[in-house]
């Protein structure tokens, strides 16, 4: 059973480019979760995302950034016209239901650089 | 809102000696969960143990244990006998949030 598997490890965007982070959760797992680090920082939630539904958006920044998880692929977190401030580690996690009862298993990252 | 909290950005250790990771937290819930992970260089996520706030008895795993004092919301991870492997960012949970880490060093 492949664990999360976050695609790509590293990517690079100019300023104003889009960028878009791809995240397959476990087989069987249903609920996948967004979080940005920031250097030296910790893990700041992002969103929370059940197939087809976003039930937790609150950290998700109201401007640019977006996050889908269709009923087909892996869930996609778009961040639209980055900026410097957006470099950082995406994680993203996913687990078979709600996290507050299971262990959420975590992807090897996504590091973002906008030059 | 839910908030963690760690109040150590940075602990040190002697390899085989024990040290005690704190963290405390607040929710207005009953009923929850608590985790430690360990981010080592790799940037890898690693759960290193869970606790239910609804058991009393508090959850071991090898050489980790927790401190989880609930009246007190209090959930610190204690590593016995360290070893060089454990050095990394700890950081505690508590559901979806997450303290801001505490960096641990090891010394031979």
């Known amino acids: 059973n492949a664990g999360v598997m976050q695609n790509p490890r590293h990517l690079v965007r100019r300023r104003g480019q889009e960028a878009r982070l791809r995240c397959s959760p476990m087989?069987?797992?249903?609920?996948v979760y967004w979080y940005r680090q920031l250097p030296e920082e910790g893990l700041k939630f992002m969103v929370y995302?059940?197939?087809?539904?976003?039930?937790?958006e609150s950290g998700m920044p109201k401007e640019r950034f977006s996050a889908e998880f269709p009923k087909e692929g892996p869930s996609i977190l778009r961040i639209q016209q980055v900026v410097r401030g957006d470099s950082a580690a995406y994680f993203c996690?996913?687990?078979?239901?709600?996290?507050?009862?299971?262990?959420?298993?975590f992807g090897q990252g996504t590091r973002l650089t906008v030059v | 809102a839910q908030t963690v909290t760690q109040s150590q950005p940075e602990m040190s250790v002697q390899e085989a000696e024990t040290v005690t990771l704190s963290c405390t937290y607040d929710?207005?819930?009953?009923?929850?969960?608590l985790f430690w992970y360990k981010q080592p260089p790799s940037r890898q996520m690693i759960l290193v143990i869970r606790?239910?706030?609804?058991?009393?008895q508090n959850a071991t795993e090898n050489r980790f244990s927790v401190n989880f004092q609930k009246a007190a919301k209090s959930f610190s991870l204690k590593i016995s006998d360290s070893q060089l492997g454990d050095a990394a960012m700890y950081f505690c949970?508590?559901?979806?949030?997450f303290g801001e880490g505490t960096q641990l060093t090891v010394n031979p």
């Open positions: 996690a996913s687990s078979p239901s709600s996290v507050r009862g299971t262990e959420a298993f």
């Open positions: 087989k069987g797992h249903s609920h």
């Open positions: 995302l059940q197939k087809e539904n976003i039930i937790d």
């Open positions: 929710t207005s819930e009953s009923d929850y969960y």
């Open positions: 606790q239910e706030a609804y058991k009393q």
């Open positions: 949970a508590l559901s979806l949030t």
